[in-house]
């Protein structure tokens, strides 16, 4: 068959045969081929779990599909909180008609992912709705990760602390838009969509204070976050910030800030005076850090705030994602 | 808002134009500026090209640009 | 953001670094400064360069942001027109959060209505194509620079015959306005950083009445920060050799004709109207409607739409600011009961509001 | 606000605002309030982890709402693999427009069963479609369990085991199609969503075999994954199926066969001859399977199939539910 | 697959009728038994009365389902 | 699964036995029952009634599953409506599996098809409705059991001017039926388990030239178990008494004369056509199509409909269970190419087909 049709929803025969035609073959190990209600895993002494929904429009994007994004979205989730990713849950709403062999490959992609990231698929779920009740796919993956001694969190960032990020910020929000019906434009920005536990691993010591992904909300709303949590301020230098020219060029054209474009391939690390070096010269040398650089400061003065430094010296404010971020155009 | 870089006319077809900026392409309307030409700088507001830049001025902000963007890529 | 590294590289520095302190020399007595256009707010609150300016200079923002001086009457009429079952609301992004005196597009659409973002006038009239059967009807706010762009999805409606297409039109003028600014008594400016794109459309020469009439200077600015000091520094010029003239600092985009192309759509299809202004009140023949003989496109005239009471926004002190004469800080609402999450007066919403600028980029303890 | 709006899902203010004011109030508690990209939660030795997605429509039905089909759904699949459901995650899908009136009643549901069930919510995830890309709102909830000796699964069933379950069959999916948009008609039937760990606790012991909760499916369907995993067959007594009798009326009038009707808050359970009566009078206990019964046994001959004894004593097959069960006409 | 069980007549609105199968309650339509009354049982096949049971079947058939019902119940 | 709840108690087995001692002694020469109605091919399998018969009793399958009659070509046609982009397909739910040459209705409604399974005529009606700008089409499949619902829905549209509602008619009619197979040759058939449904409607004397003409008997059978085995029980008493006649086993149902006010309705909106049964043919006047009078309802000549061909499937034998010449199981293709999940033949689609039935309720090894 083509295509999605709702019996493959049915909870009977047709979605064995979809389970074990297409999630199965892709993805099978031996927690996922318990094939019971639950999936039986190894635990360990502390644990740290992370969910998230993919529901991105479109579901195939320069650098990546929706599937990837699933798989890194949860693993670096786990990696930024200080934990090794373990074992990923996988449930699919899928619409009918959805093309099965997007659906293959998006399976494809995900296990692809999974097995760059080194953790497995252990538990899965498929549900299928009436044609317009989705938009396509959306993904589930929720995240379980061991940890051995934890010592990141925004309780840690102290003043003085540097911040780092592992690249250019908003290659992902460019690439999506630049796919996205409605909005045509061509882009040579590509999704920097990729699995970092393996980076972290290179570069965690103590002295890391604290790390995120700036995911949906930018690396502008996810320091805003941090700064909050942390009763700090963060003070940016926008000189510093790195920036791929295509995004500066849709950037603008759409009248858009890279500061709250989404990334899916980047680490913000929080980092003490001491341990800066070594972090920047660990990330360098991984594939998925070369761009990596210090981007600004904590501090104590305005608490909750982060701060931007222009080039030419005045400082502003920069807040959270006030809405929805809208390519502005009058 | 208004933008303030210039793109570079890339193609011309009736009163559309394939516009560049830092690799980005994208269609505009060039029915106010129908004098334009391929390889001029175009000032792009609202999915239309408003005024053709000074040649002057475009190709130094363009160079400026694209010497930062190396700059960025060779740190 | 692009704006920034525009700037940036040490030329650019020595280049501001130049500016400023012409600034700061010719700057000895107090000049206060009126930047009209949005853009501008949004490029000096970006840029911090308040940060940079000796205090003498006085920033103050005008009526330009176009979002901010459409008035609640107007909002709530085409809010009433969004929420027609029939219609499709195209509209720039900008006007989603738009508050009217009860809900705003983007509620609206919350609640079933069929509201599109678009980036191009040509992209509503394509909406309008592919949906034979709904109303699509495009928001008209904007100054001069967005008219002509609007007047080419009309002209292009009528030579295809598409006739679901409209426009309700609430575009503005940008002379009126200065001219009401300048003949109202409360405002106190010294000189104006005039619009670099609105001129790109009507030519410096269509502010030359601010100088002749009414004896105050403007510059004709770009939008990079260096325009901005630039123009600045060009103003104070003009005081220091007691000149009063309307000045290009923009030359690469913006000739003392303006583009008469753009020029001639604009009237081909609009004619100016009295128009109220959000905190204005009527301005004479400061709007543009749609002339007669496009009627068919005018979605003013083919929906039967009420008349909506301009009712004024409890505190909501956006009129004294679009007149630059209290900053947005002085607002008893601002950041308090006012923010760009839940807005109050509609310099709040848009991002190029006074107020919003203000919130987003200076607004912290102890700035 | 009144409704869900874009700007929900945006990752900036207004999303923070919705996770704050609606799900952090109802669903509070030391782990999900670590507020981190990942939670911290403390391991045991052994792990069961499962997901399952909930697109269920009409999202509120008689006896229950999606938000606590999606709590019972996860802590039923743990508690039936021999678990002790300990943590959810809650990753929720919300259409543009939803009422936040009605996202509050289904988190306070989400709420309450999780309180019932003694299974906190530890982290979560939302994200905002536009309208039409989504029905209302779909839940994901992925639950981890602790495991302390396990017994249980395919793989214990013998011949000669007895099939009991703890109650009426059909009654979930009955008062779903009651509710349903085209096929309008009335019911006295409620859905039996209930979380059934403290039941199983209570009846859980040696001997026990084999559980699962036939939900989508069925009992047949159920059964027969069962057959077919332990290669054995199982032979049900028609008669001794639990029927509520508007279950019976509604099939009687709808054409639908109620071995492939939805439950929710049943579980199946293959126990050995010895801990039979133990197991029955333990469910019969206890409030939620005063209704228990044994409905058949496991046998040798035709492995992989589900057989039916009528009350005039022939045998058929149960198979499997084929494709949708669409209620049949003519 | 036509339903055997009968359906007690409810309520009558014009050419639509109540119908109750053990509690479950539905709208069918009378247009082939126009002659049917609150109380009839009738047969209901595709959203429409096809036929009226004959009193006396109908009414052991319902007794023999609540009767056999309650056995259950008292399980 | 109520059909069983209503057989069982005590006094039920009973009756049951008594049944079933009376066939057993009834039946010491073989005896070939076809029951006609795919309801009774369901009832038999789900009671397995066939564990309890003594092997004297053959028990063949008739042609009376609508579904599996449906011609291929017959299937193509509507198929191809339920693709055009204006038609709401209206159809009962097992309609949705069944495969044409190419595709099936749920592939179709995968690829964006708009195809609404309806509980009643009134249903499809009500979308036609609430779809003025859509034609909505209902797909007319079934006996006279279900005919004079759908002659109900045109009658109506007609009272109300609803004009984008229209039937395609694949109906069929049991007489005609009946008497090709008793003309046929090959069926071999001792007597017929009548259907208990259509006869509720055309009455037990419709049939009653199979056995005046043929000297078949038949007895018009409810669908209970005890039903079943009281039908076979008279059906062996007429052999033994010599008898050849209609009976009525469905005595709370069905009247010698049925309901008058249906057959009026099907007479006043219908008229007989001959008709393409698969794997019997054409018979002539088997089928019904609707009267001139109502041909803005007719969707066969509302739409521009191409013929397509009636193709053999090649390797199903449904042709010849329809006749109850073999068993399903004797076609090669059972359970191995052909099974409800992917059928290969219309009678293992529908849930009253044949092969479905012993497919599902029967096919274990060793059964
Ligand atoms: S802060 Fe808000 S209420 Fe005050 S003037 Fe600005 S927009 Fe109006
Ligand atoms: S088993 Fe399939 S192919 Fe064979 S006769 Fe039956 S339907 Fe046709
Ligand atoms: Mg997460
Ligand atoms: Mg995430
Ligand atoms: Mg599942
Ligand atoms: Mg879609
Ligand atoms: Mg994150
Ligand atoms: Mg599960
Ligand atoms: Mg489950
Ligand atoms: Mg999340
Ligand atoms: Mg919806
Ligand atoms: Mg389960």
């Not at chain 1, 972290?200 to 690396?219: A, E, L």
Request: contains cysteine; glycine residues 10%.
């Amino acid at each position: 068959m083509e295509r999605i049709i709702m019996a493959h929803g049915s909870g009977g025969r047709l979605s064995h045969q979809l389970v074990e035609e297409i999630f199965q073959k892709h993805l099978s190990n031996d927690f996922l081929n318990q094939m019971n209600d639950a999936t039986y895993i190894p635990g360990s002494e502390k644990l740290a779990i992370t969910t998230d929904s993919f529901v991105i429009s479109p579901v195939f994007f320069r650098g990546g599909d929706i599937g990837k994004l699933a798989v890194c979205g949860t693993v670096n989730d786990l990696a930024v909180s200080g934990a090794q990713p373990r074992y990923l849950s996988l449930a699919v709403i899928l619409e009918e008609g959805f093309l099965i062999e997007d659906l293959e490959r998006i399976v494809m992609s995900i296990a692809e992912t999974s097995r760059k990231a080194g953790v497995p698929i252990v538990c899965g779920d498929t549900k299928v709705v009436e044609r317009g009740s989705a938009d396509k796919i959306f993904i589930n993956t929720t995240g379980i990760g061991s940890i051995q001694e934890r010592w990141v969190g925004p309780q840690y960032i102290k003043p003085g602390d540097y911040v780092l990020i592992s690249g250019t910020i908003g290659d992902h929000g460019i690439s999506i838009l630049a796919d996205r019906e409605g909005l045509e434009f061509e882009t040579p920005v590509i999704s920097d969509c990729a699995p970092l536990n393996h980076l972290i691993d290179s570069f965690y010591m103590p002295g890391v204070h604290c790390m995120r992904d700036p995911t949906r909300g930018g690396v502008g709303t996810t320091l805003n976050e941090l700064a909050r949590q942390a009763h700090v301020s963060i003070l940016l230098e926008e000189e510093k910030l790195p920036l791929h020219p295509g995004v500066a060029g849709a950037c603008g054209m759409l009248g858009l800030d890279p500061l709250y474009l989404a990334n899916e391939g980047k680490v913000l690390v929080i980092a003490s005076p001491e341990a800066v070096e070594g972090v920047l010269s660990q990330m360098r040398a991984h594939p998925l850090g070369k761009e990596a650089t210090v981007i600004g400061r904590v501090a104590e003065d305005d608490p909750g705030f982060v701060l931007l430094k222009t080039p030419l010296g005045g400082k502003r404010i920069v807040g959270m994602l006030e809405g929805e971020h809208l390519p502005r155009i009058c | 808002m208004c933008i303030a870089i210039p793109a570079r006319v890339v193609s011309i077809d009736e009163m559309l134009a394939k516009v560049d900026m830092m690799g980005n392409e994208r269609i505009v309307g060039t029915h106010l500026v129908p004098e334009v030409q391929v390889g001029d700088y175009v000032l792009v507001h609202a999915g239309f090209a408003i005024e053709i830049v000074d040649q002057q001025y475009a190709k130094e902000t363009e160079e400026l640009l694209i010497e930062e963007a190396n700059a960025r890529e060779e740190l | 953001m692009l704006v920034k590294n525009y700037n940036s590289g040490q030329s650019v520095k020595e280049a501001a670094e130049n500016y400023l302190r012409e600034i700061r020399e010719l700057a000895a007595v107090p000049y206060t400064v009126m930047e009209v256009c949005g853009t501008h707010t949004v490029a000096i609150a970006k840029n911090a360069l308040r940060d940079l300016l000796p205090p003498q200079i006085r920033l103050v923002s005008g009526p330009g942001c176009p979002v901010c001086v459409t008035d609640g009457s107007d909002i709530d009429q085409f809010l009433y027109l969004a929420a027609q079952p029939n219609v499709i609301t195209a509209t720039f992004g900008d006007m989603i959060r738009v508050p009217g005196s009860k809900k705003s597009l983007q509620m609206l659409r919350g609640e079933g209505a069929d509201i599109r973002i678009v980036y191009s006038t040509l992209d509503a009239l394509d909406l309008a194509r592919k949906n034979p059967d709904k109303e699509v009807v495009f928001l008209g706010v904007g100054f001069e620079t967005t008219v002509p762009t609007v007047s080419v999805s009309i002209e292009q409606a009528q030579k295809e015959g598409i006739g679901n297409y409209s426009v309700l039109s609430m575009h503005k003028l940008v002379p009126p306005v200065l001219r009401a600014l300048a003949e109202d008594e409360e405002t106190e400016v010294d000189g104006f950083l005039d619009p670099g794109h609105a001129c790109a459309i009507i030519g410096s020469e269509a502010l030359a009445f601010m100088a002749e009439d009414y004896g105050m200077p403007g510059v004709v600015t770009g939008f990079e920060a260096l325009d901005i000091l630039e123009g600045l520094a060009m103003l104070l010029r003009q005081r220091a050799q007691g000149r009063s003239e309307i000045e290009i600092q923009y030359h690469k985009i913006v000739k003392p004709e303006g583009n008469p192309v753009a020029q001639a759509l604009i009237h081909k299809i609009f004619e100016p109207v009295d128009a109220a202004f959000r905190g204005l009140g009527i301005i004479p023949q400061g709007g543009l409607g749609i002339r007669k003989e496009y009627e068919d496109w005018d979605a003013a005239r083919k929906f039967d739409l009420p008349e909506f009471e301009s009712i004024e926004i409890p505190g909501c002190r956006c009129g004294n600011v679009l007149k630059g004469q209290i900053a947005p800080t002085e607002c008893p609402l601002f950041a308090r009961k006012c923010t760009p999450l839940s807005p109050v007066g509609p310099c709040m919403v848009s991002s190029e509001g006074s107020c919003a600028a203000y919130y987003r980029y200076t607004q912290r303890s102890g700035m």
